[in-house]
């Protein structure tokens, strides 16, 4: 579900980065909720800028199975997402949507209890951004942490990569330079 309202966009296509939230843009610490819990990965809102810069579109991609857990409520994902936004702002980047997936197939009550489209491995999340906004698909991919976040990207047509720590700047250089010299080549 997005986290912002999406306005009249007729601009051109432009390729996206999509991100997972935890254990790819902050440390995964489970259930995070809050902006106490968030420690940024290294290089993190340096990657966001550079692909800013660059002229893609930026969105996140989270599951939050949280909510279905009755661990905390949507409001406080998007509190998060906001406050996450604010503090990509203060170093000139942005988030230009966050998507987040409340559902859980086994845990939780109705309407959250539930085996959605949108939790990942399933595409639901990037295809609606791609609904969206004016994404092109060809040269657009996603950095994930977990093998569920590259299948979404698979199934939703674009590259994913499989993110094990580190500068994640450096990542999305090595992405950005090996697309440059692919266009090139």
């Not at 047509?157 to 499989?162: A, H, N, V, Y």
Request: aromatic share 8%.
């Amino acid at each position: 579900m997005p986290d912002t309202s999406p306005q009249a966009r007729n601009a051109d296509r432009r390729k996206a980065a999509f991100f997972d939230r935890d254990g790819v843009l902050n440390e995964d610490i489970g259930f995070a909720h809050r902006p106490d819990q968030i420690t940024w990965m290294p290089g993190a809102r340096e990657a966001v800028k550079r692909l800013n810069d660059a002229g893609f579109l930026v969105f996140v991609v989270t599951n939050q199975a949280g909510v279905a857990r009755g661990l905390y409520s949507e409001e406080h994902v998007r509190t998060l997402h906001r406050w996450m936004q604010q503090e990509l702002n203060a170093v000139g980047a942005h988030v230009d949507a966050f998507y987040h997936c409340p559902h859980h197939p086994d845990h939780g009550e109705p309407p959250y209890r539930t085996d959605c489209a949108c939790r990942k491995p399933e595409p639901g999340m990037l295809l609606q951004a791609m609904a969206e906004w004016p994404v092109e698909p060809k040269g657009s991919f996603l950095i994930g942490d977990r093998d569920t976040d590259v299948q979404a990207a698979q199934r939703a047509g674009i590259e994913g990569t499989l993110y094990r720590g580190g500068d994640l700047d450096a990542v999305v250089a090595g992405i950005l330079a090996r697309m440059a010299s692919e266009r090139n080549g």
